[in-house]
């Protein structure tokens, strides 16, 4: 399988505790992209990567919310102190940036996060 | 401020017929838009991309429209089956980010 990966695809925890997700891209893919979707919504931005470089991050990533590319492959995102509306489903997206206009974004199955 | 907007927010419809999904978007400049489908607990996957200059795109069943001009985009599902249940989230990139505004998106079941 080529496509995204991420590991686990699902985390239960109690608040509190601290979780770390993981994603693996698309081997060519020099973006990464973090999302957080709840119940109903849409996914919404949260950070990205361009090979290890974070380039952008929304305001909704607190100080408790912590992304890494080390060496430009995979990534990890890491919440400590967990809350309970924390709870979402995190996605990863990646994508080449050299891809014309369309710079079309692949995304992975996502991440289900229940903190209790 | 960038923004998109779907309706309706969710739909039934019996296997067979056809159905038409709207996306109404706020964002400036404009650089593409997409349509993707995502099945309950998955990630969103790709139905169409277009830019300022097309108008329609098909992938199979699926045929996207863009008005660029009125700001609105349709996804009309033909002949639908009941592998179509799922969300249909309209995404909009903004020229010059690297980040895409999202709608809500439109629920739809297919029922037999």
């Known amino acids: 399988d080529t496509g995204v990966s991420q590991d686990p695809r699902h985390k239960i925890t109690k608040r509190g505790q601290n979780v770390t997700f993981r994603c693996d891209p698309i081997?060519?893919?020099?973006?990464l992209y973090w999302y957080r979707q709840t119940l109903g919504q849409g996914p919404e931005f949260l950070t990205y990567?361009?090979?290890?470089?974070?380039?952008?991050k929304s305001r909704l990533l607190s100080d408790r919310f912590s992304a890494e590319r080390p060496k430009g492959s995979f990534s990890t995102l890491e919440i400590q102190r967990t809350e309970q509306g924390d709870s979402a489903m995190y996605l990863c997206?990646?994508?080449?940036?050299?891809?014309?206009?369309?710079?079309?974004?692949?995304f992975g199955p996502g991440t289900r996060l229940t903190v209790l | 401020k960038n923004q998109v907007e779907q309706s309706p927010q969710s739909l039934i419809i019996l296997e067979g017929k056809n159905c038409t999904l709207q996306?109404?978007?706020?964002?400036?400049?404009?650089?593409?838009l997409r349509w993707y489908k995502q099945d309950t607990g998955r990630g969103p996957v790709s139905l169409t991309i277009?830019?300022?200059?097309?108008n329609t795109k098909s992938n199979g069943r699926y045929t996207a429209t863009l008005d660029a001009d009125t700001k609105q985009s349709s996804l009309h599902i033909t002949a639908s089956q009941l592998s179509d249940s799922a969300s249909y989230i309209c995404?909009?990139?903004?020229?010059?980010?690297?980040?895409?505004?999202f709608g809500a998106g439109t629920r739809l079941a297919v029922h037999p």
């Open positions: 277009m830019t300022f200059s097309e």
């Open positions: 996306c109404n978007y706020t964002v400036s400049p404009f650089s593409n």
């Open positions: 081997s060519e893919h020099n973006r």
């Open positions: 990567f361009q090979n290890e470089a974070q380039l952008e």
């Open positions: 995404v909009v990139r903004a020229g010059g980010y690297n980040k895409l505004i």
């Open positions: 997206a990646s994508s080449f940036s050299l891809d014309s206009s369309y710079n079309e974004q692949f």
